[in-house]
């Protein structure tokens, strides 16, 4: 999976949170989260990183990892993810 938006940029209060400078995400990181929760995917999990915002989803017994890069010299986020479902 790979998104790329344009439109989640940084918010107020981020910058106390960045583990680098210019790093953004927070807001996408917010409305992935709400998003997710309305069509039954669990995220227990999310944190900041230094290339952007980590969050683990829960989809039926499916763990997801979604990771949202952040390009401080980009106008833009990638989002990428990987599943794993457990044995």
């Not at 998003?35 to 989803?57: R, T």
């Not at 989809?59 to 794993?84: E, F, K, R």
């Amino acid at each position: 999976m790979l998104i790329e938006a344009k439109n989640f940029f940084a918010v107020e209060g981020q910058s106390e949170e960045l583990v680098n400078e210019g790093m953004v995400g927070k807001a996408l990181r917010s409305y992935l989260h709400e998003m997710l929760s309305l069509v039954d995917i669990h995220v227990p999990f999310f944190c900041i990183e230094d290339w952007g915002w980590w969050l683990l989803a829960e989809w039926n017994g499916t763990l997801i990892g979604l990771c949202i890069l952040s390009d401080p010299d980009a106008d833009i986020l990638t989002v990428t993810g990987h599943a794993h479902h457990p044995f």
